[in-house]
Structures are given as structure tokens and as C-alpha cells.
């Protein structure tokens, strides 16, 4: 590296690093972005609910889990796979059946419309 792109680099992680944690936290917010707390009734009533929600959302957004749409093979899958490599709390097996049975009600799979298909969901 030349000596000018060496200062250059220099300069710049100086500058990031100076940057006081104010100034970047009072950058302007993303227009037309407003977040919102998930609300359990958003999401259809029925059996497996609660334990859906609140076994989903310990973690992240359950919109992300209703973008999904899978079997209740997939499903069964998906929450083994939580458990064994994200640490997710193991539910009861009456719990894990009632999760199961409601994301398959509510969230089966999608007719594909052509374009890209999610090679898991198949």
C-alpha cells in the first residue's frame, strides 16, 4: 500500500472512531419507518396462539415466522432447529403439538407464483 493510501486509511478510521456516539445517534430516521410493538391479536385467534407468539417472539419478530408458510413437517423442523442450534427454551410436547397445529392452520405453505422459490419450503 502506498504511503498516500496508508494516510488516507489513517484519516478515516480516525475520523470514525472520533465520532462522538451522539452525533450518530442523532441522525435523521428513515422516512416513512415507524416501529411498532407486535401485538399478539394481530395474529389469528385459534388453539396454539399464545404459545406460538410468545414462543416465537423471545427471539424476534413473529412477522418473520408468518412470512414463512411450510408444512407442519417444516414447521416441526424449524422448531427443532431453534432449539438445537439458537438456544430457543424447549416447549412441553402438548405446547410444541398446539405451535405446530397453529402455524400449519395459518401459515401453510404458498402456491408459488413462478420466480424465486425457497429450496427449504419444498
Known amino acids: 500500500m502506498s504511503p498516500r493510501y496508508a494516510l488516507m486509511a489513517a484519516a478515516f478510521v480516525a475520523a470514525v472512531f ?7 445517534l442523532a441522525q435523521a430516521p428513515i422516512p416513512g419507518f415507524e416501529p411498532q410493538l407486535e ?7 385459534g388453539p396454539g396462539r399464545e404459545e406460538t407468539f410468545y414462543g416465537c417472539t423471545a427471539c424476534h419478530a413473529f412477522k418473520l415466522v408468518a412470512a414463512q408458510g411450510m408444512t407442519g413437517q417444516l414447521w416441526d423442523e424449524t422448531i427443532q432447529v431453534m432449539i438445537d442450534k439458537h438456544k ?20 401453510p405453505p404458498r402456491t408459488p407464483r413462478g420466480g424465486w422459490q425457497n429450496p427449504f419450503a419444498q
Open 39 to 45: 401485538d399478539i391479536e394481530t395474529f389469528p385467534a
Open 18 to 24: 472520533t465520532a462522538s456516539r451522539s452525533e450518530i
Open 88 to 107: 430457543m427454551n424447549e416447549p412441553t410436547q402438548t405446547d410444541r403439538a398446539a405451535m405446530i397445529a397453529y402455524l400449519e392452520k395459518h401459515y
